[in-house]
């Protein structure tokens, strides 16, 4: 018997949390959708000027309106520890901080894996 993980994904780690999840986690706040808020990122945001939406494909994005974020979950990561969403090395490191963070994959508690029988 070989056990195999799957590879990390964004429609594995989506599989296993969800979008809202990941938002608040590093943003410390609760998603609250079409409301300006004061920006979680900047803390001389004087006018609420950051809110959540909905894409047509019902992909959940942040913006803050004074330029310094607009995104998905996974951007905000790579935002957060200044990663680069577009290299594929810090994509993968995105990945494993997020399965780190939520304890999936291999960062389960109980490492649980697919056995294939050969």
């Known amino acids: 018997m070989l056990g195999i993980l799957p590879k990390i994904t964004k429609d594995y780690i989506l599989s296993k949390i969800t979008q809202e999840q990941i938002f608040e986690r590093y943003l410390g706040i609760p998603v609250?959708?079409?409301?300006?808020i004061h920006s979680p990122i900047r803390s001389n945001d004087n006018n609420p000027s950051f809110g959540f939406n909905y894409n047509n494909k019902g992909k959940l994005r942040a913006r803050d309106f004074a330029g310094y974020f607009w995104g998905d979950c996974f951007d905000l990561v790579a935002f957060k520890f200044h990663l680069n969403c577009n290299d594929k090395q810090d994509f993968g490191k995105i990945m494993d901080i997020i399965a780190r963070e939520f304890k999936i994959h291999k960062y389960t508690d109980s490492y649980q894996i697919e056995?294939?029988?050969?």
């Open 115 to 118: 056995y294939i029988v050969t």
């Open 32 to 36: 609250v959708t079409d409301n300006l």
